[in-house]
C-alpha cells in the first residue's frame, strides 16, 4: 500500500484545513487507517484513527475539533481539522495498519507528510 497525502498549508488560528490520504494498491477498506502529527523538537504523536467499520479514536489533544472519515470507494482518509491552534502546527502523516491501532509501531505503511502550520 502506497499512501500520498495532501491538504497542509498555512492557516490562522481559529481556521480550518482537511487533509487528505488516497492509498494505492487493493484492499484499502480493510486497513485500519491512521493520521499522525510530529511537531519541531518533538516525538510523533497519533492524531486520529478509523476502522474499516468506520469506528473512530482521537488525541484527547484534538477531540471536538478534528474528524476523521473515510471513502472506501475514492481509496482515500480525510482528516478534517477545525478551530486550529498554534499549537497543532506540525507535519501530519497518514498511515495504515493491519488492525485498530494509536500507536506508531502498530502502523505497517506511511504516506510522506504534508506540513500544517498555524499562524496567530
Known amino acids: 500500500v502506497q499512501l500520498q497525502a495532501s491538504g497542509g498549508g498555512l492557516v490562522q488560528s481559529g481556521g480550518s484545513l482537511r487533509l487528505s490520504c488516497t492509498a494505492s494498491g487493493r484492499s484499502f477498506s480493510t486497513y485500519h487507517m491512521g493520521w499522525f502529527r510530529r511537531a519541531p523538537g518533538m516525538e510523533r504523536e497519533f492524531v486520529a484513527g478509523?476502522?474499516?467499520?468506520?469506528?473512530?479514536d482521537y488525541a484527547e489533544s484534538v477531540k471536538g475539533r478534528y474528524t476523521i472519515s473515510r471513502d472506501n470507494a475514492k481509496n482515500t482518509v480525510y482528516l478534517q481539522m477545525n478551530s486550529l491552534k498554534i499549537e497543532d502546527t506540525a507535519v501530519y502523516y497518514c498511515?495504515?495498519?493491519?488492525?485498530?491501532?494509536?500507536?506508531?509501531?502498530?502502523?505497517?505503511?506511511w504516506g510522506q507528510g504534508t506540513q500544517v502550520t498555524v499562524s496567530s
Open positions: 498511515a495504515a495498519a493491519v488492525f485498530r491501532a494509536t500507536t506508531a509501531l502498530q502502523y505497517r505503511y
Open positions: 478509523i476502522s474499516w467499520t468506520d469506528y473512530t
